[in-house]
C-alpha cells in the first residue's frame, strides 16, 4: 500500500513536512542595479544584506537507481555561523495550475564536521561552487539575487570563476506541506518585478 | 558543558538495578545536592544497508544517533571512532527519508533514565540503563561546571567520585586521551555515552531477579 504523497500530509511521524515552493529566473550583469532598487522598494525594510556561502553537492550511490543527493553549505563571510545540510527531495508532479516548483524539503544546522561525517557515511562530493549574492525578505519569501562562481582547484575557494555574466534569481518559501495559496502570493510578487525579471517555474528535470 | 565524566556504577550484591540507585541517591541528597528535574540519554543505531556495501567495498559501519535531553534542541551523530556531528533535531527527519541507505537496528535501542542533582559546582545524574523493557544497568554523570579543560580539573573531579562512588570509581575517561589541554564539549560527553552503551549492551543481563 503506498503512502499519500508528501503534498498531502502535514504531518508524519509527529513532524511536520516542508516544501519549499520556488520560482527563478535571471538578470544579465547590467541590470542588476535597477533589480536591486526594485527589490528594496518592495521588500521588507532591512539593512541590505549580502552574502558569500561555499556549497558542497554530496552524493550517495545504492543499488537504487538515483543516488540520494545532499547539499551542505557554509558561510564564507560570516565566522560561527553553523554549516546547513539541506535535503531536496523530488518536484511534486500535479497540478499544472500550480505556480511554483514545490519539493519536499528538510534543513538542518549543523556543526563544522559535516564533510567528515558525510564521507564517513558513505557520500562522496559531486561537485561545489560559490554563491556570492544579495539577500531580500518579504514576510515568508525570501528572494536571493546572486551570481554562480566554478571553484577552478578543489576545495580552494580562494580561486573561483564566474560561471556567466548574469545572476541568478531565486523566489522561495519553506512552509508546511498542503499550503498551496503560497504559490499564488509568489505568483502577485513575480508580477511585481516584470519585466526587469521573469520568474518562473523551472523543471530541473528537463533541462537535464 | 564543563568537564563531564560518564561511568558505569554496577548493581550492588544481592539487590535490584532500582535499590542501587536509591543507594546513590540517598547518598547524594546526604551530601547536600539539590534534585533539579530528571535526564534522558538515548541511542539508536543505524548501520550501512546491504545495497550500499556492494559500491564500496567496505565493511559496513555503525552510526548511531543519540539524544541527551540537556541540549533538547539537539541531535548527536557518531561513529565510533569516527567523527561526531551535532546537528539540530530535523536530522532525525534526515534519516527517515536515509531509510533505503541506513537501516535501524529497532531492538538496539538503549537509554538512560533519572535525576540531576546539583551540588556546588557538581551536576550529577544517576540513570537507569535500559534496552526495550529491562533495566541492564546504572550510568552516573558527574560534570564540573566551571572548567573545560580537563587536564585542569581532573584530579578535582575525581576526588569528587572517589567520595561518592569508592570503589567503584573509574579511570580517566578515554576521550580526555592525549588532547588534555584541548576545550571539552558535549560531543565528548555523547562519545563517552556511546561507550558506555555499548560495554552495558555486551554486558550479561541482569539477573531476572534483580530486575523488579
Redesign the interface.
Known amino acids: 500500500m503506498e503512502a499519500p504523497p508528501v503534498t498531502m500530509m502535514p504531518v508524519?511521524?509527529g513532524?511536520i513536512n516542508m516544501m519549499e515552493y520556488l520560482l527563478q529566473g535571471s538578470v544579465l550583469d547590467h541590470s542588476l542595479e535597477s533589480l536591486i532598487h526594485r527589490l528594496r522598494g518592495l521588500c521588507d525594510n532591512m539593512e541590505p544584506e549580502t552574502f558569500l556561502d561555499h556549497e558542497m553537492v554530496f552524493l550517495?550511490?545504492?543499488?537504487?537507481a538515483s543516488p540520494?543527493v545532499l547539499r551542505g553549505r557554509r558561510s564564507m563571510d560570516r565566522t560561527g555561523a553553523p554549516w546547513h545540510?539541506r535535503?531536496l527531495?523530488q518536484p511534486e508532479m500535479g497540478d499544472k495550475n500550480r505556480h511554483a516548483l514545490v519539493r519536499n524539503c528538510?534543513?538542518?544546522?549543523?556543526?563544522e564536521?559535516?564533510t567528515?561525517?558525510l564521507m564517513?557515511?558513505?557520500f562522496r562530493m559531486d561537485h561545489e561552487f560559490v554563491a556570492k549574492g544579495h539577500l531580500f525578505r518579504k514576510g515568508i519569501m525570501k528572494i536571493m539575487v546572486y551570481k554562480i562562481f566554478r571553484i577552478l582547484v578543489p576545495g580552494n575557494t580562494d580561486s573561483i570563476e564566474a560561471l556567466s555574466l548574469s545572476y541568478l534569481v531565486e523566489l522561495s518559501v519553506v512552509a508546511p506541506a498542503g499550503q498551496d495559496m503560497v504559490s499564488d502570493d509568489m505568483r502577485n510578487f513575480a508580477e511585481q518585478l516584470k519585466p526587469l525579471v521573469h520568474l518562473e517555474k523551472i523543471d530541473p528535470k528537463r533541462l537535464m | 558543558m564543563g568537564v563531564t565524566c560518564v561511568s558505569q556504577m554496577p548493581v550492588a550484591e544481592g539487590k535490584s538495578v532500582q535499590q542501587t540507585v536509591e543507594l546513590l541517591t540517598r547518598k547524594l541528597e546526604m551530601l547536600g545536592a539539590e534534585k533539579q528535574g530528571t535526564f534522558c540519554v538515548d541511542c539508536e543505531t543505524y548501520h550501512t544497508a546491504a545495497s550500499t556495501l556492494g559500491s564500496q567495498g567496505q565493511a559496513g559501519k555503525l552510526m548511531y544517533v543519540m539524544h541527551n535531553s540537556e541540549y533538547p534542541l539537539s541531535c548527536f551523530a557518531l561513529f565510533e571512532n569516527g567523527p561526531c556531528l551535532i546537528a539540530d533535531t530535523n536530522f532525525d527527519v534526515l534519516m527517515v527519508k536515509l531509510k533505503g541507505f541506513f537501516q535501524s537496528a529497532k531492538a538496539s535501542k538503549i537509554e538512560t533514565r533519572g535525576t540531576r542533582y546539583q551540588y556546588c559546582d557538581f551536576l550529577v545524574k544517576v540513570g537507569t540503563v535500559t534496552m526495550g523493557p529491562s533495566a541492564r544497568g546504572i550510568s552516573v554523570e558527574v560534570e564540573y561546571g566551571p572548567c573545560v579543560v580537563a587536564s585542569d580539573c581532573w584530579s578535582l573531579l575525581l576526588e569528587f567520585l572517589q567520595n561518592f562512588l569508592g570503589s567503584h570509581t573509574p579511570g580517566a575517561p578515554t576521550v580526555f586521551g592525549n588532547r588534555h589541554d584541548a576545550v571539552y564539549g558535549p560531543a565528548d560527553t555523547m562519545v563517552q555515552y556511546m561507550e558506555l552503551f555499548n560495554k552495558i549492551r555486551k554486558q550479561q543481563q541482569v539477573p531476572v531477579a534483580g530486575i523488579r
Open positions: 508524519t511521524g513532524t550517495l550511490k545504492g543499488q537504487q540520494f545540510l535535503y527531495g528538510v534543513d538542518i544546522a549543523t556543526s564536521n559535516l567528515d561525517f564517513e557515511m558513505g
